[in-house]
């Protein structure tokens, strides 16, 4: 089973706790990205994240890259997207950094153009370090053109 090339927009919505972090952090993320085959290629991607329970609270804003593949799991009915954004800009000169991140989609129409997601799986890389990061994360992706 495919989803079906073309281009595609996102958003998500979610609570993230670094492991090594207080946390917890709300965030907010919207992008766009090009199905081609099993990948995903030319995406970018926006996101906000604003601290909880710290003083003094924490905002930032992010710009990434996006890139990945994704896989049709049969037993479970459901595709696994395993992505990597690729930070190039912090609104508060944050240290710039990746994550990798792993989401599950379940079609929400006949046609394969819009997918429910949730995450499953994250981690930030700051240069040769890497942090694993408990989410709970969902929102969805729809089909805006054909390729």
């Known amino acids: 089973m495919e989803i079906p090339n073309g281009n595609y927009s996102y958003r998500f919505k979610g609570f ?20 081609n085959g099993s ?5 970018l991607h926006c996101a906000t994240i604003q601290s909880h329970l710290k003083a003094p609270s924490y905002f930032d804003h992010g710009r990434y890259r996006v890139s990945g593949s994704y896989k049709w799991i049969a037993e479970e009915r459901h595709f696994r997207a395993d992505l990597e954004f690729k930070q190039y800009y912090s609104f508060a000169s944050s240290p710039i950094q990746s994550m990798k991140a792993q989401f599950l989609a379940v079609p929400s129409s ?22 694993f990061v408990n989410e709970v994360v969902e929102g969805e992706m729809k089909r805006v053109s054909l390729d």
Do not use: C, H, K, M
């Open 110 to 131: 006949g046609d394969y153009s819009s997918f429910w997601l949730i995450s499953r799986y994250a981690e930030i890389v700051r240069g040769n370090q890497s942090t």
């Open 39 to 43: 990948n995903f290629t030319d995406g």
């Open 16 to 35: 993230s706790v670094e492991i090594r972090d207080a946390g917890p952090w709300f965030l907010v993320g919207i992008g766009s990205l090009i199905v």
